[in-house]
T-cell receptor, first 114, second 113 residues
Framework: NAGVTQTPKFQVLKTGQSMTLQCAQD?????MSWYRQDPGMGLRLIHY???????DQGEVPNGYNVSRSTTEDFPLRLLSAAPSQTSVYFC?????????????FGEGSRLTVL | AQTVTQSQPEMSVQEAETVTLSCTYD???????LFWYKQPPSRQMILVIR??????QNATENRFSVNFQKAAKSFSLKISDSQLGDAAMYFC??????????FGTGTSLTVIP
C-alpha cells in the first residue's frame, strides 16, 4: 500500500525560482489537500480539491498554484519562490464524505528558499 | 471557520506516568469527527485516535484514550504509562463530512526518562 506519495522530500531554491511538489494517492480519495507547517502555527491549508477538475483556495493560497487533472495526482506549484515560503509541506487525502473521515498524509517536503 | 485550540504549547511527563493534552473546538454542528495526530521527529503524521461525535462512548486505543465532552466542546487526550517513543508533537483536529479539516497549533510532548 503506497498511500500518499510526496516528492521531493527536500528541496533548496533560490528566490524567484519555480518548482512543483508532486503528490499522488492510490486510495481513490476524492479529497486532496496541501498544508504548510511552520513552528507555532500548526498546519495551514493552502489549496484543496474535492475531485478531478475541481480546486479551491485554503487559508494561505498566495504564491501557490494547483491543478487536479486526475483523481490520483495533485501537484503544488510555487510560481516564484520567496523566503517566506520556507516551510514543511504536507499533501493529504481522504474520502470527502462517509467512511472514517481520517486524513492520510504524505511524508512531508522540507523546502528552503534562499 | 471552525477553530481548534490547544492551549498547551509544551508538556512534559515522566516515563511510565500519565499525561493529558487539552483541546477545545468551536462548532454549531452536532455530527462531526475529532482526531488526535502524532508527529514524531521523523515528521510523519500518524493518526492516534478518532472520535465520532454521535458516539457517547470515549474512544480508546491501547494506552491512548480521550475524554470527549460534547457540550463543553472539549476533546482531551490521555496517554497512560508514557513511553519514550511517545515524545512528539500532538495535533488535535476537527472535521465534518463534506468539509475541511481544522487543526490546532499543536502540543509538544517531552517524555523524561
Amino acid at each position: 500500500n503506497a498511500g500518499v506519495t510526496q516528492t521531493p522530500k527536500f528541496q533548496v531554491l533560490k528566490t524567484g525560482q519555480s518548482m512543483t511538489l508532486q503528490c499522488a494517492q492510490d486510495m481513490n480519495h476524492e479529497y486532496m489537500s496541501w498544508y504548510r507547517q511552520d513552528p507555532g502555527m500548526g498546519l495551514r491549508l493552502i489549496h484543496y480539491s474535492v475531485g478531478a477538475g475541481i480546486t479551491d483556495q485554503g487559508e494561505v493560497p498566495n504564491g501557490y498554484n494547483v491543478s487536479r487533472s486526475t483523481t490520483e495526482d495533485f501537484p503544488l506549484r510555487l510560481l516564484s519562490a520567496a523566503p517566506s515560503q520556507t516551510s514543511v509541506y504536507f499533501c493529504a487525502s481522504s474520502y470527502w464524505t462517509g467512511h472514517s473521515g481520517e486524513l492520510f498524509f504524505g511524508e512531508g517536503s522540507r523546502l528552503t528558499v534562499l | 471557520a471552525q477553530t481548534v485550540t490547544q492551549s498547551q504549547p509544551e508538556m512534559s511527563v515522566q516515563e511510565a506516568e500519565t499525561v493529558t493534552l487539552s483541546c477545545t473546538y468551536d462548532t454549531s454542528e452536532s455530527d462531526y469527527y475529532l482526531f488526535w495526530y502524532k508527529q514524531p521527529p521523523s515528521r510523519q503524521m500518524i493518526l492516534v485516535i478518532r472520535q465520532e461525535a454521535y458516539k457517547q462512548q470515549n474512544a480508546t486505543e491501547n494506552r491512548f484514550s480521550v475524554n470527549f465532552q460534547k457540550a463543553a466542546k472539549s476533546f482531551s487526550l490521555k496517554i497512560s504509562d508514557s513511553q519514550l517513543g511517545d515524545a512528539a508533537m500532538y495535533f488535535c483536529a476537527y472535521r465534518r463530512n463534506g468539509n475541511q479539516f481544522y487543526f490546532g497549533t499543536g502540543t509538544s510532548l517531552t517524555v523524561i526518562p
